[in-house]
């Protein structure tokens, strides 16, 4: 009869093995977890600038007859959401979106509970007043944070900073026409200026 030769691991091993895989555990999973976590900053800085310029792009076109405004709150949880009218309410608000997991609003320029709305003018798109507020990754040593902020000539920012470098998000194409007059008589000439911003290379008219 042939000798079974068949051999097992020991227990130290099986041990080793386990030890190895938790020592590789603990230098990648922080790591995984702050690129989410970085990730998750970038996307709502970017959400921010676009729910701004899209406030900003329906006032100047009038949408809905009204000024159109972005309100930021920290609050439990913290969010911001686009509105259409001179001031934020719940019946006014039209998109609220809250900040990711592990994300907040540096309390130097929002504190806790406080809020800051933007409220761009019919046709011109100008702000009511300039806003820049910062965010900042929460329980988690990512140097990372970000800023969004709004200029007097109506201008919308984002910016991404990882450590030492500092990640401008270029804007996109906005549209944006003034005309004159706003009415008269039929048949009426109109004139339309072009403010559009980021170089569009077509318009879609509806």
Known sequence: MGQNNKKGFSIVELLLVVGIIIIIAAFTLPSLLGRKSVNNLTNVVNQMSVTLREAQTRAISQSGGSDWGVRFENSDPPYFAMFSSSSYSSSTRVIYTTLPPGVGYDTSTLAVGATKEVVFSQITGKPSESISLDL???????????????????????????????????????????????????????????????????????
Do not use: C, H, M
Not at 140 to 152: L, Y
Not at 191 to 197: A, L, P, R
């Open 136 to 206: 900042y990754i929460t329980g988690k040593k990512v140097n990372a944070s970000g800023t969004i902020s709004v200029a007097t000539s109506g201008q919308v920012l984002a910016i991404i900073n990882l450590g030492k470098e500092y990640v401008t998000q270029p804007p996109p194409p906005t549209a944006a026409f003034t005309f004159s007059p706003a009415s008269g008589d039929s048949p009426l000439a109109v004139s339309f200026t072009n403010q559009s911003t980021g170089n569009p290379s077509s318009y879609n008219w509806n």
